[in-house]
């Protein structure tokens, strides 16, 4: 009897993971059409993690009038021409600058319940990352702006009216951490949060992307 409730359960847990996977997929904006000569961004995922990248100035959109000349230790350097903008949670991203600073702890508590988030902010070029990693996407500049004002959003400005930088803590010189707007759990993840920003730009993507580069499928 309890082998036969076993292999109920499990068959369940099947029905409904693939459920969960089919109806996941299912694409949103599936009329987008990328903007011939607009405004290039991208999406970077690792195995793990996604980011969203976008210009550093386009049009009225200037990221170092919002960020502040003091965002990074190095200023504002003319190399850079993009931002990394990530989502994610605060303990995972303040405690694991490399996979080897992985701790059981850090990443049971990510999953299981809700936790604090910060936002991670990487000055970057699009050229810089391999290809298997990215997809770009050129957008109007309405869309560009819809991106813009849903990345912003995720940040928590109520402190300051502006973004509260978290002091002291950086991977390196070109990156920075900003406190978040939104709690982190198993089921809005860092891949949901950049899934959720091409939707709200208007762009092809699937429903729900909790695991990495789901985002990718509806892009060229």
Not at 142 to 158: I, K, M
Not at 177 to 186: I, L, P, T
Request: with cysteine; glycine share 8%; proline share 6%.
């Amino acid at each position: 009897m309890l082998v036969r409730r076993l292999l109920a359960a499990a068959a369940v847990c099947v029905v409904l993971a693939g459920l969960y996977v089919v109806v996941g997929l299912v694409p949103v904006n599936r009329g987008f059409i990328p903007t011939p000569g607009g405004v290039e961004v991208a999406l970077v995922s690792s195995a793990v993690h996604a980011d969203v990248i976008v210009p550093i100035a386009h049009g009225s959109v200037d990221w170092r009038d919002w960020l502040g000349d003091d965002a990074f230790s190095v200023g504002w350097p003319k190399h850079a021409t993009h931002l990394a903008v990530g989502w994610g949670d605060r303990g995972f991203f303040l405690n694991t600058p490399e996979w080897s600073d992985l701790r059981p702890g850090t990443a049971a508590r990510a999953l299981l319940w809700p936790s604090a988030t910060c936002m991670h902010v990487t000055l970057t070029r699009i050229d810089l990352y391999e290809p298997a990693a990215l997809r770009t996407v050129t957008l109007s500049d309405t869309q560009h702006a819809d991106l813009v004002r849903f990345v912003r959003q995720s940040f928590n400005t109520a402190a300051h009216d502006r973004p509260s930088k978290i002091a002291g803590v950086a991977y390196g010189d070109y990156d920075a951490f900003y406190d978040a707007a939104g709690r982190y759990h198993a089921v809005r993840n860092c891949n949901n949060w950049v899934g959720a920003a091409l939707r709200a730009a208007g762009v092809s993507a699937p429903w729900y992307t909790p695991v990495p580069k789901t985002m990718f499928f509806y892009l060229p």
